[in-house]
């Protein structure tokens, strides 16, 4: 594409701590069992968080309220 892309290592790393924090509430390694709901969104404040859990054998999903 020719894009150039600006490297920051303090950003790099600052965004990988980001990025495994986020695993600790987002995607299927949250679950207990694989039945249980699967976390797909997280929408948050500098305090406080709502995650999206999608449930197998439902349609609609439900949203719970995080402390952070």
């Known amino acids: 594409m020719g894009l150039r892309v600006k490297r920051d290592e303090k950003v ?3 965004a990988w701590q980001v990025g495994k924090a986020l695993t ?4 299927g390694q ?4 694989p ?9 948050a404040t500098a305090s ?3 995650v999206r859990q999608r449930h197998l054998e439902r349609i ?3 949203w ?3 402390k952070l």
Do not use: S
Request: avoid cysteine.
């Open 48 to 50: 406080m968080g709502h």
């Open 12 to 14: 790099e790393a600052l």
């Open 35 to 43: 039945q249980d709901p699967k976390n797909d969104v997280l929408l």
């Open 60 to 62: 609609a999903h439900t």
């Open 64 to 66: 719970l309220e995080i």
């Open 30 to 33: 949250v679950r207990q069992t």
């Open 24 to 27: 600790n509430f987002i995607g």
